[in-house]
């Protein structure tokens, strides 16, 4: 069974930083892609960013492209979000994403970490 645990949330203060890491265990294959989505009350999750197993950015949300940088440990299948010059409005609670193939020849499939608070005091 893949699990996906994630750390690194908490309370910070406008202008501040934080790292959130998410690592993958289990029995699988390969790990495709990984990335972070983040949620606020009453509206949808959103993709923040998200990188290939290969190490390749993928895809960063506009309102963090220069602020947000995504990393990923392939020997760990660890995935990091650095998060620097926070903002109020990138509070949110924040969830770990992978797309891994536990079987050979067939196609990956989704999880999800459980999910960690981001707070950003102004």
């Known amino acids: 069974q893949v699990q996906l645990v994630e750390s690194g949330g908490g309370l910070v203060q406008a202008g501040g930083s934080l790292r959130l890491s998410c690592t993958a265990s289990?029995?699988?294959?390969?790990?495709?892609?990984m990335g972070w989505y983040r949620q606020t009350p009453g509206k949808e999750r959103e993709l923040v960013a998200d990188?290939?197993?290969?190490?390749?950015?993928?895809y960063y949300v506009p309102s963090a492209k220069d602020r947000f940088t995504i990393s990923l440990n392939s020997a760990k299948n660890t995935v990091s979000l650095e998060m620097n010059s926070l903002k109020p409005e990138d509070t949110a609670s924040y969830y770990c994403n992978a797309r891994i193939q536990t079987t050979r020849g067939g196609a990956d499939v989704p999880y999800w970490g459980q999910g960690t608070q981001v707070t950003v005091s102004s």
């Open positions: 990188i290939t197993g290969h190490g390749s950015t993928n």
């Open positions: 289990g029995r699988f294959i390969s790990i495709n892609l």
